[in-house]
């Protein structure tokens, strides 16, 4: 036994010896790298033009805050043609009034036949009312409930505005109403 200890001992030794290097390795020399100073830091000065500012006319005076109630909804009738009576020209032209503003002429694309328009979105709205008549809205929670009511605001806009034959505004309100429908329904 003493025999294989010893030879193992004799092994680990050379095995160790083996191994280790009696030169260091040491790292190459090399030059110095010569980094440049940055370049100096030029601002230029831009003269201050030598004229006063122009005066700022003063602010009107702040209006109330308003306190608003339920506010109808807006009206698409056509603008009155009745002439009103000019005031008297001022002096001043900043105080003139500013020319009334009229509203912009509805466009319909080219070839769309009205009563054929007015089919198109009749359909719209009655698909619509289907839609949103399937959903129960007095089973729904209460976020909801109010969505579904406002949903049938909506319908009742988007029938008045097919009546004013604004069919577009109509079928927007009317796709509006669908998907409101199909969301609630989809829940």
């Known amino acids: 036994m003493t025999k294989v ?11 160790s010896t083996a191994c280790a290097t009696a030169n260091a390795k040491t790292a190459p020399e090399r030059p110095t790298l010569d980094v440049p100073s940055p370049p100096a830091k030029v ?17 009107p005076p702040e209006k109330p805050a308003n306190t608003r109630t339920a506010k109808p909804p807006a009206s698409r009738e056509p603008a009155r043609t009745d002439p009103k009576p000019e005031p008297p020209p001022t002096s001043d032209p900043a105080s003139a009034p500013a020319a009334p503003v009229t509203p912009a002429p509805q466009l319909r694309p080219a070839g769309t036949d009205p009563s054929e328009a007015a089919k198109q979105v009749q359909g719209m709205i009655q698909r619509a009312t289907q839609a949103i008549m399937a959903v129960n809205c007095p ?12 949903a049938k605001l909506t319908l009742r806009q988007a029938e008045e505005a097919l009546s004013k034959s604004d069919f577009e505004n109509a079928k927007k309100l009317a796709q509006k109403v669908e998907d409101t429908a199909r969301e609630l329904g989809a829940r």
């Open 139 to 150: 089973n729904l929670p209460p976020p909801r409930k109010t969505v579904c009511e406002n």
């Open 43 to 59: 601002v230029e000065t831009t003269p201050m033009p030598d004229t006063a500012p122009d005066p700022v006319p003063e602010l």
């Open 5 to 15: 200890s010893l030879g193992l001992v004799i092994l680990a030794v050379a095995a």
